[in-house]
């Protein structure tokens, strides 16, 4: 097998058996540690945390410890907060939140790290065009990485299946389901029962294992990896200072490309917010019960994590403004729908065409903004990578911020705006790649071939 693309398939895989435990943890925070709203809280704490993380630890931990180590001990900081769910409280999950947090920015920056410079490194050999393998590189990481989604809501559907209990829910409440709803907590009428200690613990237990698994595979099989302007700027330049390296992100947003991506970015934590929190909740849960939301999440990470792998083949034939295009279509018209639907228990088959549309949708938002990323900012990776997980982290902020604050018709004017200022901010990008580089937009990879000052180096 050709060796980057087995370090490939030991990051995608590395990357399933963690999110498999934490996406699973993540979906069920609320509804296990409902009491004084400790699990919404962690979350909020989690995403805060984030950011702070993704404002300067990334260029540090990767040039310090290589994108490997980073990528291993990052994973660390999950398992710890698995192993705080086993006695949830304000002093456990509270800090463990923040351990994942901090972790959280260095692990993606590392991964979008370690994948452009595996592109770049295999293009140059083969003499291929450097985008084209970046973007199947992050076709092939999403498609086993969303399958995370899959696995993990199985698991704690089939545990907690033992414990659920079906409830027939009155015309009067399905009255509040949807985008006109009555801010009510539909939870406690429509839920399962409540699962015992011991099931609890015993899918904590599996989902720690999967943590534990994930970073052995790492740090066992996982080949390091540098680029050639890392090597120069280690024999050029001396560590940066704390400041400058925590000046790095900020400093990025001196590009007029970054800021006008910000939008597009925090769109992205925006309609994975939506999806996870208010059509779960408003929609499925308030229409069918929670012991449907597994099921209909399950919908949503198989067609994502297939349609990743296939729009990261074809993005080299249609390029990435038709997919961003389709990406925005198939956004627009969900939320337009959403907006008008009132759902209902006899029409199944709908609560599930639209997390499969949504899985769509996201799957280019994620392969193809990605791509961009490390296209656009080839000689700033760390920080580019940086910037976009602190600006997403904002969007699922705000997000959960004022989810139970707002009905959800508002919160999808909301999305759909968003959606619209993203799309216009992205034209202005693809003009200016247009105009810097006529014939060949995406080859800025070949400006600023000096030797990177110390005020810039990542």
């Known amino acids: 097998m050709e060796r980057n693309l ?60 290589g994108c490997k180590w980073t990528i291993t001990g990052s994973m660390c900081c999950y398992i710890a907060f698995s192993l705080g769910n086993f006695y949830a409280s304000w002093y456990t999950l509270i800090p463990t939140s923040v351990i994942l947090g901090l972790g959280g920015a260095p692990l993606w920056s590392a991964k979008c790290t370690y994948l452009t410079i595996a592109g770049n490194s295999y293009a140059e050999k083969a003499e291929k065009n450097g985008k084209d393998i970046i973007n199947q590189y992050f076709g092939v990481f999403f498609l086993i990485f969303q399958s995370s989604g899959i696995w993990g809501n199985l698991i704690s559907s089939l545990i ?10 009155s015309e009067e409440n399905l009255a509040c389901c949807g985008a006109y709803d009555c801010m009510t907590d539909t939870s406690n009428t429509t839920g399962p029962a ?6 609890i613990y015993t899918l904590l237990g599996i989902y720690t294992a999967s943590g534990v698994l994930a970073a052995l595979l790492i740090a066992i099989f996982l080949d390091e990896i540098k680029s050639d302007q890392a090597e120069t ?24 490309r970054q800021c006008l991506l910000i939008p597009l970015t925090m769109y992205s934590g925006f ?17 069918l019960g929670i012991h449907y939301v597994g099921y209909v999440m399950i919908c949503f990470s198989a067609v994502n994590s297939l349609c990743s ?20 279509v198939t956004n627009t018209t969900c939320i337009i729908a959403l907006l008008l639907w009132k759902p209902h228990p006899k029409q ?8 499969a549309l949504w899985g769509l949708s996201d799957a280019i938002w994620q392969t193809q ?36 604050k707002l009905q959800v018709y508002i919160k999808l004017y909301i999305l759909l705006s968003v959606l619209v200022l993203s799309m216009v901010t992205y034209g202005a990008v693809e003009y200016l790649e247009a105009k810097s580089s006529p014939g060949t937009p995406t080859a800025t990879k070949k400006e600023n071939v000096e030797p990177p000052t110390q005020e810039s180096s990542m």
Request: contains cysteine; charged residues 15%; neutral net charge.
């Open 194 to 199: 409540e699962p015992s200690n011991s099931l």
């Open 309 to 328: 792998l296939l729009f990261g083949k074809i993005s080299q034939f249609t390029g990435r403004k038709l997919l961003f295009a389709l990406a925005t």
């Open 160 to 169: 907690f299946s033992q414990a659920s209990t079906k409830v027939e829910i």
């Open 6 to 65: 087995k370090n490939v398939l030991v990051i995608s895989f590395g990357f399933l058996l963690l999110f498999t435990a934490y996406g699973g943890l993540q979906n069920l925070q609320s509804s296990l540690h409902s009491e004084e709203g400790l699990g919404v809280a962690s979350l909020s704490v989690l995403y805060a945390a984030l950011i702070l993380s993704s404002m300067f630890l990334p260029p540090i931990l990767i040039k310090k410890l």
């Open 348 to 355: 199944l088959a709908v609560f599930f065409i639209f997390p």
């Open 369 to 404: 903004t990605n791509g961009l990323y490390g296209i656009l900012f080839e000689k700033h990776k760390e920080a580019a990578f940086a910037n976009y997980r602190l600006w997403e982290s904002f969007g699922f902020v705000i997000a959960f911020g004022y989810s139970t």
């Open 271 to 287: 309609e994975q917010g939506f999806l996870s929190g208010d059509y779960t909740k408003t929609y499925v849960t308030c229409a």
């Open 233 to 256: 700027e280690k024999e050029i330049l001396e560590t940066p200072s704390f400041w400058s390296t925590f000046l790095a992100t900020f400093q990025h947003l001196k590009d007029k």
